[in-house]
């Protein structure tokens, strides 16, 4: 493709049509220089896998196919832009199931073709970071930034924002994965996050001492010792023929998972210089979790940052932001590119 004579630097407007599929939401984005965001259309199916207790990733491929040429259009449409207008074309290429990201990055391949303007392959992860940003351009760095979803808890150190060090991971279970199988198990409902949240509202959180993950000096996470906690509780509870009070159990596992990663969070504050705290990801959308860190922080003199609840869940404008700071760097993808459903930070 011969596209090098179009690209622009960043002192000119740049307009980047993204595109987002990689769970159970269909998503597309217009953004203007990365952090302007002139439409941002999201169509849910979270009504739709609700009655399975989880996302059913064929039905959600093929109603990603039903809804992406519609939700274009109306991202289009309501940033008053064109498709002759676009600078390049992004999508999610991982990670993610695999069928829900091949209808959105195979959309994106036919419009950097047939439009001749450049193709951007996102790291969904590096999206939800970057969504944090759209809402508060300024935020001070160096910074922590905790991204946690259903399928990821990463505690990273940001310099500056075109580049990152992975400080620790989760070695199994991420912390949404988690919530989501708990849940589950306790028949709270589905997304398991909010449900458990919900429930434990009215919970004793101090009811059951569950135990953290000792990873010494490590910044990795573990949540499936937990997991497994939580259902020994419940197993050996009903063996004894004791009634379980799931509110009392919701408020004392999420206070485990909170602690777990706002521990972590203080361990890196102490040992880098930052200025600031981000959370980004479903997860950062829990209350409790940032009422903990904020409280931790506070003697060191930090400003916690988190989107707002419709740019921690899945959505575009986040990977039009992601997508913006690659393109400044020529980070263009070849029409070869690939889904990676396992991709990584």
Known sequence: MKFEDKIKNETEDIYILALESSCDETAASVNKNGLEVLSNVVSSQVDLHKKFGGVVPEIASRKHLELLLPVIDQALEEAGIRFEDLDAVASTYGPGLVGGLLVTLT??????????????????????????????????????????????????????LRGYKILGRTLDDAAGEAFDKISRFLELGYPGGPAVEKAARSGDKTAIDFPRADLGDSYNFSFSGLKTSVMNYVNNEEQRGNEIDKNDLSASFQEAVVDSLASNIIKAVKEYDVKSVVLSGGVAANQRLREVISERIEKYNLDLYYPKLELCTDNAAMIGVAAYYQYLEHDFAPLSISADPALKL
């Open 107 to 160: 959309a994106a391949k036919t419009i950097s073709f047939s439009l001749n303007i450049p193709l951007i392959g996102v790291n969904h992860i590096a999206g939800h970071i970057y969504a944090n940003f759209i809402e508060n351009p300024d935020i001070e760095k160096p910074l922590i930034c905790l991204t946690i979803s259903g399928g990821h808890t990463d505690l990273l150190y940001f310099e500056n």
